[in-house]
């Protein structure tokens, strides 16, 4: 299927993105992600994979339409719960 990725032309396949993807390791991320096979990948991990592009040459949104298109669950990632210090703090009065 062409596919349209920072202005630029592709024809994926979904056995075509299984097959880039196979033995990439995911990398932690935030925003956008892309189920491929049993990993969850960042969408900017997965583009930068399958385009050989720089990840600013693209947005998430581009990779996420495409994979879509192609078959693939997309989401995205819970927000960080940010634990400060004074709510993990008890105060004890004697």
């Given amino acids: 299927m062409r596919c349209v990725i920072a202005r630029f ?11 880039s993807m196979k ?4 990398e932690p991320g935030t925003g ?12 900017k991990q997965v583009g ?3 385009t050989r592009q720089d990840r600013r040459d693209f947005s998430a949104q581009e990779v996420v339409r495409a994979m879509t298109r192609l078959g693939f669950t997309c989401g995205t990632f819970p927000a ?4 400060t ?7 004890t009065i004697v």
């Fill in 9 to 19: 032309p592709f024809d994926l396949t979904k056995s075509g993105v299984l097959d």
């Fill in 32 to 43: 956008e992600f892309v189920i491929v096979g049993r990993r969850q990948y960042p969408a």
């Fill in 48 to 50: 930068e994979v399958l």
């Fill in 23 to 26: 033995g990439v390791k995911p």
């Fill in 85 to 91: 210090a004074a709510a993990t703090m008890t105060t």
């Fill in 80 to 83: 960080a719960t940010v634990v």
